[in-house]
């Protein structure tokens, strides 16, 4: 299993670069992985959606699909593409540290 060292520390990822063990990442790590997606700033509503993306993988073993996302998470699905532009759920899941949702290419 590759891993990747993130704010200093060690953690086992896939080979796309998504955590395997959700609970190695910390906040810290999610700002590093934001500025490695080219996000220079995490606002209130990015530290929204990462939240409910690591709360939903944690009731329901996988993220939110961007429809899901969009009509739960209180940002709206053009929000979502404003703040995670290369793709919102894809890019969330990965600076939340939690495993690429299911349906994502």
Not at 4 to 18: H, L, R
Not at 25 to 50: C, F, N, P, S, Y
């Amino acid at each position: 299993m590759p891993t990747a060292t993130i704010s200093g520390v060690a953690v086992d990822v896939n080979d796309e670069g998504f955590f395997e063990q959700p609970d190695q990442w910390t906040e810290d790590m999610a700002r590093e992985l934001a500025a490695q997606e080219g996000i220079a700033e995490l606002t209130d509503k990015h530290w929204q959606v990462i939240r409910f993306m690591r709360q939903e993988f944690a009731e329901k073993g996988t993220g939110p699909t961007v429809r899901v996302l969009g009509k739960t998470s209180g940002v709206t699905v053009k929000e979502l593409y404003e703040l995670f532009p290369k793709g919102p759920a894809k890019m969330a899941a990965k600076i939340a540290g939690i495993p690429k949702p299911r349906g994502c290419i």
